[in-house]
């Protein structure tokens, strides 16, 4: 006979048999309206008594009449465990859906613009230049592969390589306006060795590298950021929860089925414990968590900066004009300090120096005017990196408020839950809730959060001595990145591969603040010395390629790159 079949005694009656229940079984009631919510959660009702039986068998809910038997307190055990991961993801969605979709469309952003600036140089130049610019155009190509290979991680120091870019300019560019004489890599070197001394090419090399530097350290730093951000955000909303939790939330979800009152939900204040305690180590990250989202908030500042890419466009590249032709009016006040310093160079063999520069490239450089946009194609790539910036700009503000959002969001994680009217009876409802025990107010105060705070928690039995490893290594990737974020802000590099010292910020950067460093290029020009005409007719027929490459490279490397930075 099943265990859950009330017994009965027989009595005789005047000739009748009286039948009546036995002393302990008159409180028992019936179990139907358990039956269906536990055969609603998908569960077999073949096991389950048609009325409260005996509790001494219970090992987490109390031992009173029930309508539960230890096999349906297993099941009840591990489905209140599986409600409770399922409830954690999906309070935590939103924060890991911020930084998932919006890694994403920086990343293709950051890429597609890098993508546009060198197919517009390259399209550009192969147009204007022809041949000679494809004999020279792994100048160029080089600069955009170290920039993509910088910005997806790679250990590429950037003061390094643009410092090389434009020593690789200067020795191509010295070539072609000193045609008559022969060079070898010795002599080039020596070149290189003056460009500091003599600046070729105005200030524009260093105000370009600050601008350049910051830009990529804050669009490398942001994305990675993102990705951290993803990865933690991810980790830590799979929770496992520990036996303690998983009693208590037994105790706390299903225990009033077992009570026969499947209908009343926990009290607020119950759940709050139940899920401080259970929740006590994610809460902790909550600190490390907070300090990440505001560095990333100040890198997201850098990515807006205070001028549109209109505003900012037309300044450019009259400016860098300006700086081309500098190094074209002093070609040979350059020349002739080289040759003093790296000495008399050998000249070139008669046909060499007897062939001139094609004939396209004989139109003396002018000053650019604003007022001629360009109709080419080039115009139309230019057009299109606006309306990528525009979108850029509305990226920006969009991720900045949701991180905003998202800070504490860890600590907030049991009143999120707890404030789903799914999950308990509500604030107002505070006499008519399961308690733990019965339908009844529940007493205990709310624990504060973190795991500390839980040496004394009513509902789950934490052992606050042993901090959660998995969550302490977010913490510590939290911190590292928090340090690479901080360091971007102010214009410093530091090696992502590395996180064994979070203090340390080495590699590239201009580690110049918001007062110091120039908002706009600063040239420096010198008065061209007279020169015979003859030589300054040679001069100006090699000399355009210089002007042509360089000014357009930098338009498009600048108008890229130069929002970005700020």
Known sequence: MPSWI???????????????????DVKARSCGEVRQAYGAKGFSLADIPYQEIAGEHLRICPQEYTCCTTDMEDKLSQQSKLEFENLVEETSHFVRTTFVSRHKKFDEFFRELLENAEKSLN???????GMLYMQNSEVFQDLFTELKRYYTGGNVNLEEMLNDFWARLLERMFQLINPQYHFNEDYLECVSKYADQLKPFG???????????????????????????REVANRVSKVSPTPGCIRALMKMLYCPYCRGLPA??????????????????????????????DAMLLVAE?????????????????KISEAIMNMQENSMQVSAKV?????????????????SAPENFNTRFRPYNPEERPTTAAGTSLDRLRTVWRTMQHSVTDIKEKLKLSKKVWSALPYTICKDDRVTAGTSNEEECWNGHSKARYLPEIMNDGLTNQINNPEVEVDITRPDTFIRQQIMALRVMTN??????????????????????SGSGSGCMDDVCPTEFEFVTTEAPAVDPDRREEDSSAAPLGHGLLSWSLVFVVLALQRLCR
């Open 6 to 24: 009330p017994a009965v005694i027989l009595l005789p009656l005047s000739g009748w048999l009286l039948s009546l229940p036995v002393a302990a």
């Open 123 to 129: 399209d550009m130049f192969v147009r204007t230049y």
């Open 203 to 229: 200030d524009v090399p260093r105000k370009l590298k600050i601008q350049v530097t910051r830009a990529f350290i804050a669009a490398r730093t942001f994305v990675q950021g993102l990705t951290v951000g």
């Open 264 to 293: 009343v939900r926990p009290c607020n204040n119950y759940c709050l414990n139940v899920m401080k305690g259970c929740l006590a180590n994610q809460a902790d990250l909550d600190t490390e968590w907070n300090l990440f989202i």
């Open 302 to 318: 850098r990515l807006e900066g205070p001028f549109n890419i209109e505003s900012v466009m037309d300044p450019i590249d009259v």
């Open 339 to 355: 040759f003093q310093g790296c000495g008399q160079p050998k000249p070139a063999p008669a046909l060499r120096s007897a062939r």
């Open 484 to 505: 690479k974020l901080k360091n971007a802000y102010n214009g410093n590099d530091v090696n992502f591969q590395d996180t064994s010292d979070e203090s340390s910020g």
